[in-house]
């Protein structure tokens, strides 16, 4: 039975009724061929020509096409029926509760999209199962975090093309089209690394012009069931035309193929630091090893060129449009922009700006609701679809008629006004995930979908930053209903170069509101932490900290007094704004340091000479550096130092030898911290440069020791810090050796998506252990050997072990297997890491609410029930001391090879200070007389 017929013989069903499955009589259940099913059970359109609902559309222009499809979503507000030709029905989906039984598979394109074969081939928008999810797979990896950040950089400078001179002349201007030219530009240097001056050639470039025609040409056959068939639609001259125009699109795509490989055969792989889209095309394989062909990769270039500039640009364009509608927007988004941007000498967008635009972000996704840039899409049935009381085989195709589902009143309340606040993350949070499908959803959602997010908010906020647009009031804007949603004679627009005085207007608004908004804080911030314990004698200028400052109180003795006052914890002003609260029990630390939470504003200060490492780094790139740089302290890394560890002391040795023999006083915090840096560029970095004999500049900048020296002397302290940095990497990049050490790692070292460290990563993490790695083991080591001189019998003991552990032995070296028997001294040292910590502040940034209400002690029997966050010379929890192993390890040789052959004792004319610094020092040094002593056999 003809669907046709079906409506003459059953006049007395209603258009639009949907009968359930229950309450349908016999007759018509015998009745149930497919054409009959579909026409009578589905709410559908009723056409003028009965055997086809497309040719009323057909007739049809955008603007009243989209009132008619509107109309139809008011009418039956989850789905309806259309037929195309009297054989082949669609059903149109256009409520969350319909579209997700669809989209939640990967099921394949329809008929519909056969007809971009021709022109797009089996790419990934029209390729289905195995094809399809193969080329997902391989071709996933180009929109990854790390390829998409560089491309901020192509799209600020396509944005700096050619719009200033139609500014100049005062003349109206065709948005839309420069718009396409300018993310075609985008796309073929980002995907394609391929330059051609397209937005200087304009509409005369071969391939827009092109692809504009191909998306008519497609929705003209669409829409004309009669030129469905191949063999009829090549007759005609649209059909003639198309054939043609494929041509002239893959001639430019295989021009691009070309040059790439023209220069990989020459050149061989690329040595940039990211792979593009083409680059991954030319080089992916398979799980079979398996790489693209030829037809295969143009393809997914013809594909990835269309839809990765052409939806781009419409987004862009009607974001323009709606803002020229809505100017008070469009000044809040010029407002926004000037906020972040100001203070700048360049108007580029940086990759972190791109979170920031909290409106333009709103304003995009409101636009893209109300200007699907792809306002239809399409999917073949792979499974059941239940609609109401109704089943529709597999085999049928569906629509997911997004406009429709943007504009649907049952899903989106007052559908047609402007609203971007709809889009603040308050007021999505009920949202249905299929509610707003600018990048469909489910398996098969746009790949690209970050990339085009991107560059969209790239090149508004560029262009808002300098001009302000308007319509032109003698054009009128049509939309046109194709592929993409374009407008039918183009979108003109007034540009005008926003007046200096305006940007500067707005950014004083902006800061004396900052400000405000600060003040009230701030006051807010006094109250609530002036109430906590604390001292209460406070300057504006100074807070809490102007004893400190002023030189004339001894720092620890200030400290400890607070600590008798407060036992638990205490508040200090840092300046009249800056609340620090000190912790010093367990029972407050623990919650703390139980978080990898990020380190506070004073570490920051270290970042010009540290930059952004393991010690100042927070969140992902804290945990990826981490992660990089463990396997270096493994203990298969550690064994081997152990033999340049007992170099080191051999040297170190014989230079107090010397003061032994003159009896006189040896300054043993400079010669032990000469030591472990000799130490750790030997272990750390396999570089030997006889440090202990001729001595460092290194340690001569005041830099490493204090924080508040000037500008001029901290910044010249770190271009040599840097420079000294730099020459080892380069040298140890020439040589190759046994083992890995902890240079090589950071070297060769990849995280999950295969990325190295950057050079500039590799530099802060050598400053970083450099530092870190014999400043605080010299401390620890300094104040271990004055502490043994305040108490010679413990002194005396840790000899007697050190004797027992080596005696009968020909060599005084330290064995990896003696570390672990040097029990005494183990404690030793813990006890004096106790009372003389090396590090002895740490800061934390709380990232969660903080709720707060002699050596034997660390003998093992005596440390079972201590509570862990009791002692914590190397911190804890996830950012502990990456070194702790390597640190003590190193501690144990050196006091065990300097207590085997020497007795210390300090020096009565000099008095011991400690300083205030990032790690404990002795003001003037620790001079101690060194006596040669007989081991005990």
């Known amino acids: 039975l003809k669907p046709w017929l079906c409506h003459i013989l059953l006049p007395e069903l209603d258009d639009g009724l949907l009968i359930a499955e229950g309450t349908k009589p016999a007759r018509w259940r015998r009745l149930q ?34 009132e008619y499809f509107t109309a139809m979503a008011r009418k039956h507000p989850r789905f309806y029926r259309l037929w195309f030709g009297p054989f082949r029905p669609m059903i149109h989906l256009h409520h969350p509760d319909t579209i997700k039984q669809v989209l939640r598979t990967s099921g394949p394109k329809p008929w519909i999209y056969q007809m971009l074969l021709p022109w797009l081939g089996d790419g990934l928008l029209v390729a289905d199962g195995a094809k399809w999810a193969r080329s997902r797979r391989l071709l996933t990896p180009a929109f990854h975090f790390d390829i998409l950040k560089p491309y901020v950089a192509v799209s600020n400078a396509a944005c700096d093309r050619k719009l200033k001179r139609h500014a100049d002349e005062k003349k109206s201007i065709e948005m839309f089209g420069m718009i396409s030219l300018c993310t075609l530009d985008i796309i073929m240097q980002c995907a394609m690394s391929y330059k051609d001056d397209i937005q200087e050639k304009g ?17 003209e056959r669409n829409r004309n069931p009669l030129v469905h068939w191949d063999f009829v639609f090549y007759m005609t001259p649209n059909g003639r035309r198309w054939k043609t125009l494929c041509d002239t699109a ?13 220069k990989l055969e020459k050149e061989g792989p690329p040595q940039k630091r990211y792979l593009d889209f083409l680059d991954i095309l030319l080089t992916a394989k398979d799980d079979s090893g398996q790489g693209m062909t030829s037809l295969e990769i143009r393809n997914e270039v013809d594909t990835f060129m269309f839809e990765g500039h052409d939806t781009t640009a419409s987004a862009i364009s009607w974001t323009l449009y709606s803002l020229c509608k809505n100017p008070e927007y469009q000044q809040r988004v010029q407002t926004e922009v000037d906020h972040i941007l100001q203070g700048r000498q360049s108007d580029d967008i940086r990759w972190e700006d791109l979170s920031k635009f909290e409106l333009l972000t709103m304003v995009l996704k409101e636009v893209m609701r109300m200007h699907p840039p792809v306002p239809v899409i399409s999917r073949r049935l792979v499974e059941p679809l239940q609609l109401g009381d109704t089943t529709i085989a597999p085999g049928n195709d569906v629509s997911v008629h997004i406009y429709n589902l943007h504009h649907n009143p049952a899903v989106w309340s007052d559908p047609w006004s402007f609203r971007p606040e709809r889009f603040h993350p308050d007021n999505m949070q009920g949202m249905d995930h299929y509610a707003f499908l600018p990048f469909s959803a489910g398996p098969r959602n746009c790949i690209g979908q970050h990339f085009a997010m991107n560059e969209e908010k790239v090149v508004v906020a560029r262009l808002l930053r300098k001009y302000t647009f308007s319509l032109d009031p ?34 004083a608004v902006t800061v004396i509101a900052q400000i405000a908004q600060w003040l009230a804080a701030a006051r807010s911030c006094f109250v609530f932490f002036n109430n906590l314990p604390g001292e209460t004698d406070f ?64 570490y920051e200060m270290m970042t010009p000479w540290l930059g952004e490492s393991l010690v100042v780094s927070c969140g992902a790139k804290w945990a990826r550096s981490r992660r990089l740089l463990t396997p270096a302290f493994h203990f298969d890394i550690l064994k081997p130092y152990v033999v340049v560890k007992n170099a080191a002391c051999d040297v170190l040795l014989g230079k107090l030898q010397k003061h032994a023999d003159e009896k006189t006083s040896a300054e043993m915090f400079g010669m032990i911290s000469m030591c472990t840096l000799d130490v750790i560029m030997q272990c750390a970095f396999s570089y030997k440069d006889d440090i202990q004999i001729k001595g460092n ?40 050796k046994r083992y890995l050490d902890f240079l090589d790692i950071l070297l060769t070292a990849k995280d999950d998506s295969g990325q190295g460290m950057t050079s500039l990563d590799i530099r802060t993490e050598v400053d970083t252990f450099m530092f870190a790695g014999h400043d605080t083991t010299a401390s620890a080591i300094s104040w271990t050997l004055y502490s043994l001189c305040e108490h010679p019998e413990y002194q005396q003991r840790v000899q007697e072990e050190v004797d027992h552990i080596l005696q009968g032995r020909e060599s005084d070296d330290i064995r990896w297997g003696d570390l672990s028997r040097f029990e005494f001294l ?3 040292l813990k006890e004096a890491m106790r009372l003389h910590s090396p590090v002895p502040i740490i800061s934390r940034r709380l990232t969660e609410p903080l709720q707060i209400d002699g050596p034997e002690r660390f003998h093992p029997d005596n440390v079972q029930n201590m509570d862990p966050y009791a002692f914590l010379p190397f911190s804890a929890g996830p950012r502990n001391c ?54 005990t056999m």
């Open 826 to 828: 183990t404690m030793v």
């Open 539 to 602: 300057s504006w200028i100074w807070g809490n900290m102007h004893k400190m400052a002023s030189g004339k109180t001894d720092v620890r003795e200030y400290e400890a007094s607070l600590v008798q006052k407060f036992p638990k914890y205490n508040r200090v002003w840092v300046g009249p704004f800056r609340p620090m609260i000190n912790l010093y029990h367990p029972d407050t630390v623990k919650p703390v340091l139980k978080t990898a939470g990020p380190k506070t504003w004073n």
């Open 697 to 736: 500049p290194l340690l001569h900048y005041d830099i490493v020791y204090h924080m508040t020296e000037r500008g001029k002397q901290w910044k010249k302290g770190c271009d040599y810090v840097h420079q000294f940095s730099e020459k080892i990497i380069e040298a140890r990049k020439k040589t190759l």
């Open 33 to 66: 061929i497919p054409a009959f099913h579909f026409d009578i059970l589905i709410p559908y359109v009723a056409a003028n020509n009965a055997a086809c609902d497309v040719m009323l559309i057909r007739r049809k222009k955008t603007e009243k096409l989209l």
């Open 250 to 262: 893959h001639a430019v795509s295989e021009r691009v193929i070309n040059a790439r490989k023209d």
């Open 203 to 219: 509409d005369s470039h071969p391939y827009v012009q092109a692809v504009t025609d191909l998306t008519n040409l497609n929705v």
């Open 882 to 935: 990456i070194g702790q192993s390597f640190a003590m390890n190193e501690a144990k040789i050196v006091l065990a090879r300097l207590l085997r052959r020497f007795s210390f004792s300090l020096d009565p004319g000099h008095k011991v200070q400690k300083t205030a610094a990032m790690v404990v020092r002795a003001e003037t040094g620790i001079k101690m007389f060194v006596t040669n002593r007989v081991p």
């Open 474 to 507: 003698n054009h009128l804007v049509e939309r046109k209903l194709a592929a993409i949603m374009r407008t039918e004679s183009g979108m003109m627009m007034f540009v005008t170069p926003r007046a200096p005085t305006a940007l500067v207007v707005v950014a």
